[in-house]
Every structure is written in structure tokens, then in C-alpha cells.
């Protein structure tokens, strides 16, 4: 594994400062390189990867397809990788984080293991001054934050937490070192995505499994498979239509659409439809029909159906109840893919416990404490998220030349201007920040147009002389008022998910990612540009504004 190599703290001047080194900064990196631009990348991981050098939890995979979950600037990379699985596990995406980095001679331009602590813009010289944890001072014309959307883990402040005398575990930070639950009492605290893949394989191997659980969550089945050659040869053969085609979805992600409605079809047909769609699995269930996340009334049509399901699956019917969502529109959280979750509940080492009903209060030496008992636990396993699209960017001490912090300009909810920047703070770019389709997507689309429109942007602002760009603060105000309208279009702020900021105590309700679609956010971005950046302020040079 790399690591950062021994040597004094750097200083001096680049370009570009990245900072994180997933699949966002390392394409940012390649792009910027043949540029022309000097760049340094920080990443606080001894390796590349992002979420899935952290996230090594057992069942750990991603919910795109790997034809789909992949980059596509290089012909030459879509060829010669080949994807184990259908749905791809984290082992096998970090070995293709690893390969890029490698084919691509990345790693020579990465600080591994060292942690950015503060961005501070100084206007009179147009330049960051980017300081590390590991004393690194270095001044760069601009500043962009790869940080991803999912890199803050957050663990409950339960009392008693730390008193807890066997391993406690966050899927989000999980050791490297395999960890052997055989024979043990496991605690699983959390039922969103992360759980329902860690729960099937933990069961299989535990003594005993407790699972406390908030909130149900929709899940359908992935129906995992090796991959078959004949797919991926299709995939290959028809890279370029398919990927254009995928640019111009809503969520990136290529397959069949139904522009019906679910309630302009009878009830035998609407049926067929969702066992049709039951049977192929994976998140394009919800393409069902054209209105499941627009009309309530069609959406509990879906919703219904998938509750039929869970009934079916789980044998016990308090089990089953409890297990089954009703407080909020299915797809409103994003809907989970999984193996056997549901079906892991029929196993007599598995127990579930609804801490709505009887909340958690307290961790013990040996367990956890709930009003109305007490759980003997050997290990805990915090999958209760993150604070996501905000956290890893808040914990950053990101200061404009007026002292003012990023983190204290999204105190009431994030603001930015296409996802892209945050107007007061010049030269500044997010790679899928809140306001763009993100979280939403296929995030290697959405990575890969964000670095793009980047990229062209300092481009075409070197081909100015600019010193750099700024979002102005009617454009922000406007694109902000833009993402809440749309949002509120749809059904998704009838959940109080992540989305919302719901799981984190004290955070701002708002609906942080852009709804409209990839597609259409696309032609957006290329119509700003295009219009000479429509909304953004370019910066004199400096020699020109001192005089």
C-alpha cells in the first residue's frame, strides 16, 4: 500500500490544490495534467479510493451496475478492465481505484495520510493558503474540494458509548484486517443501506445478532451475479452510445424507462409491471412508471407492493410489521439493493428491536440499554451514516479574505451556485457539492461532468487572463430558490432523510442535492458556460487590480 514518503513539510506555490484523492480527484488530477496546470492532491488515506478505501464493511458493494459504475474518458481503460460481478463489491472497486492510479502514474502527485485543516483565500494575491496536519503551507491559484458526499461518518453521542468493554465498529471506517464475528454477539445499530448489506453476511457468521432500528427502509433485491461475458461484451461493444445515453438520464444510470403511469393501467397489469421489475432487481424498480416520485397516490401503488413483498419474505408478522415502511414515500430515501435482508430475519440467531418503540438509553460495559431492556453484546457495529454532501467540507476551516467561514455561511442550510461554488468564496470549486444531482446519480456521471466543466472553465479563464472566477450572489440566491422549487415538486421532501439533513441532530431541513435530473443539470452547466459563465464574476488579473 502507499504511503506518504518521509521528508520535511511543503511549501511553495501550485496551481491546483485537490483535496481528496477518490474517483473525483484522481480524475481531476489526470484532466489537469494534460492541462498543463501543477497540482498537488491531499488525501488522508494511505491510498486512493475515497468511500471505498474507508468503507470495507462486510457485504460492502455498490448499488450501480459495474458496466455503469466506471469511468469513461479513456477507450482504453473501458476495454481492459474486466468486472468480476454484476454489482460490484468494495474489494474489487479498490482494486480498480488502485489500477487507474497506477495506469495513469497518479500516486507521484498525492500526499497520502495528511489532512487539509484550513483553506484561507487571500484576495490581494489572488491565491489559497492550504495548510495540512502534517505542517504542509502551500499557496495555489485554486482550491478544489474532492472530498466526497459520504466521507463523514457519524457515530451517536449514546451515553455510555465509550464505557463499552468489547470492539465497537462504523461501517464507514472499518479495519483494514478482516474481522471475525464467529461465535460472537453482535450488535447492529442502524438499518439504512450500509446495514442492510453488513447484516446477511455478519448473521451468517455471529452467534447471535441484535438489530436496533430506527427507521424501516424499502430495499429491493440486486440479484447479484457473476458477470456474464456476453454483458459485458454488449457493454463494450456499444460504450460510447450507452454512456451518451446515460448523460441525458435523470439519475445517469441506463435502463428501461416506462412513460406510464401507474394509475392509467389496471390492477393485473400494474402488477405484472412490478413483479416484472421485482424479478430484475436493483434501483430500476422505481422506473416502474413515470410518476412514483411525483404523485403520492401512484407512488403507494409502488409502495404496497414492495410491503406485500416483505410480508412474504419474513416469516414472523411482528418481525415482518416492523420491518415494513410507512411513514414516508418509497424512493424519497434512496432505495436499497440487497442480498437476502429481509430473509436474514428468518434466521433464529437474528432478533430486531424497534428503539421507535423502545428507544435506546444508554450503552453499558456489555451492551446496549433500551427502555425496556438490556442487550448482551461482544462487539458493536455503528452503521448510523454520515453527515453528508456538508461534513467533510465543514470540518475543513474554509475562510474567504473577510474572515468568513464557509461553515458559518451554510449554517442555515448549504448555498452554492450550480453545486459547482459558494458565492464570497472566488476560486473555490466543489466536485458534486449540494445543489447538484450528486447523491441522486450514477456519481461517476456526475464526477466526471463536474471535473470536465472545471477543467474547461480554468481553461478558458487562463485563455482570458482572468486571475480567476467568482459565483455572484444573485446567481447563488437564484440557483438555491431553483433547487428548493423542484424539490418541492416531487415526493422527496416527505422524508426526513439524510437528503434533508434529518440524521444529524441540529443540522439545517433542507433538500440539499438538485432534483431536476443529470441530463437536464447538464445542459444547464453547458449553457452558463457557453453564455461566458452566466452567473459568475471573472477576477482581474492581479497585477491590473493593485494599480
Not at 460510447?240 to 441506463?254: D, F, K, Y
Not at 415494513?324 to 439493493?337: A, M, W
Not at 466536485?431 to 456519481?443: A, E
Amino acid at each position: 500500500m502507499t504511503v506518504r514518503e518521509s521528508g520535511p513539510p511543503l511549501t511553495g506555490e501550485v496551481d491546483v490544490v485537490i483535496v481528496g484523492a477518490g474517483f473525483s480527484g484522481m480524475y481531476l488530477l489526470y484532466r489537469l495534467r494534460a492541462l498543463g496546470l501543477r497540482t498537488i492532491v491531499f488525501e488522508a488515506a494511505s491510498d486512493v479510493g475515497g468511500t471505498w478505501y474507508w468503507n470495507r464493511y462486510p457485504g460492502a458493494r455498490c448499488d450501480v451496475e459495474s458496466m455503469q459504475y466506471s469511468y469513461s474518458f479513456s477507450p482504453e481503460l473501458q476495454q481492459e478492465w474486466h468486472w468480476q460481478e454484476i454489482y460490484a463489491p468494495q474489494p474489487e472497486i479498490l482494486r480498480y481505484a488502485q489500477h487507474v492510479a497506477e495506469r495513469f502514474d497518479l500516486r507521484r502527485d498525492i500526499r497520502f495520510e495528511t489532512r487539509v485543516e484550513r483553506a484561507q483565500f487571500e484576495r490581494a494575491r489572488c491565491r489559497w493558503e492550504i495548510t495540512t496536519d502534517r505542517g504542509d503551507r502551500v499557496m495555489a491559484r485554486y482550491c478544489v474540494m474532492a472530498t466526497g458526499c459520504l466521507s463523514a461518518a457519524r457515530v451517536p453521542n449514546f451515553p455510555g458509548r465509550e464505557r463499552f468493554r468489547g470492539p465497537t465498529y462504523h461501517t464507514g471506517h472499518w479495519p483494514h484486517e478482516e474481522v471475525d464475528f464467529s461465535g460472537q454477539r453482535v450488535g447492529v445499530l442502524g438499518t439504512g443501506s450500509s446495514a442492510i448489506q453488513a447484516i446477511p453476511v455478519i448473521a451468517a457468521a455471529a452467534a447471535a445478532v441484535t438489530v436496533f432500528q430506527r427507521t424501516p427502509n424499502y430495499s429491493i433485491p440486486a440479484h447479484n451475479r457473476p458477470m456474464p461475458a456476453e454483458y459485458e461484451a454488449m457493454w463494450k461493444a456499444r460504450y460510447p452510445e450507452l454512456r451518451a445515453r446515460a448523460w441525458e438520464t435523470r439519475n445517469g444510470i441506463v435502463y428501461d424507462l416506462n412513460n406510464q403511469s401507474a394509475l392509467e393501467v389496471d390492477d393485473e397489469t400494474r402488477r405484472k409491471i412490478y413483479e416484472e421489475r421485482w424479478a430484475a432487481g436493483g434501483i430500476p424498480f422505481m422506473a416502474a412508471f413515470n410518476d412514483l416520485i411525483v404523485s403520492q397516490e401512484a407512488n403507494e401503488t409502488a409502495a404496497a407492493f414492495v410491503r406485500e413483498k416483505i410480508r412474504a419474505i419474513v416469516h414472523d408478522p411482528e418481525t415482518a410489521a416492523k420491518l415494513t415502511p410507512t411513514s414516508y414515500p418509497i424512493g424519497t430515501k434512496r432505495i436499497c439493493v440487497d442480498s437476502d435482508y429481509f430473509a436474514t430475519f428468518n434466521r433464529p440467531n437474528v432478533t430486531l428491536v424497534d428503539i421507535r418503540e423502545a428507544p435506546i438509553t444508554a450503552i453499558t460495559e456489555t451492551g446496549v440499554e433500551t427502555k425496556d431492556a438490556h442487550y448482551a453484546c461482544d462487539a458493536l457495529v455503528f452503521a448510523t451514516g454520515f453527515d453528508a454532501m456538508t461534513g467533510a467540507l465543514n470540518a475543513i476551516a474554509i475562510e474567504n479574505d473577510k474572515g468568513e467561514s464557509l461553515r458559518e455561511k451554510w449554517a442555515a442550510g448549504p448555498r452554492t451556485y450550480l453545486g459547482l461554488m459558494a458565492a464570497g468564496f472566488p476560486n473555490l470549486f466543489m466536485i458534486t457539492g449540494p445543489g447538484s444531482p450528486s447523491v441522486l446519480s450514477n456519481m461517476m456521471v456526475s464526477i466526471e461532468q463536474h471535473v470536465d466543466w472545471i477543467v474547461r472553465c480554468l481553461a478558458d479563464l487562463r485563455a482570458q487572463g482572468a486571475a480567476g472566477i467568482e459565483a455572484s450572489a444573485e446567481a447563488e440566491d437564484s440557483w438555491v430558490a431553483h433547487v428548493n422549487e423542484v424539490a418541492h415538486k416531487t415526493l422527496y421532501p416527505a422524508a426526513n432523510s439524510w437528503y434533508m439533513g434529518a440524521n444529524i441532530p441540529g443540522k439545517p431541513r433542507v433538500f440539499m442535492p438538485y432534483i431536476g435530473g443529470v441530463g437536464v443539470y447538464r445542459e444547464i452547466c453547458e449553457k452558463v458556460a457557453a453564455n461566458g459563465y452566466e452567473g459568475f464574476h471573472m477576477l482581474a488579473p492581479v497585477a491590473a487590480a493593485a494599480e
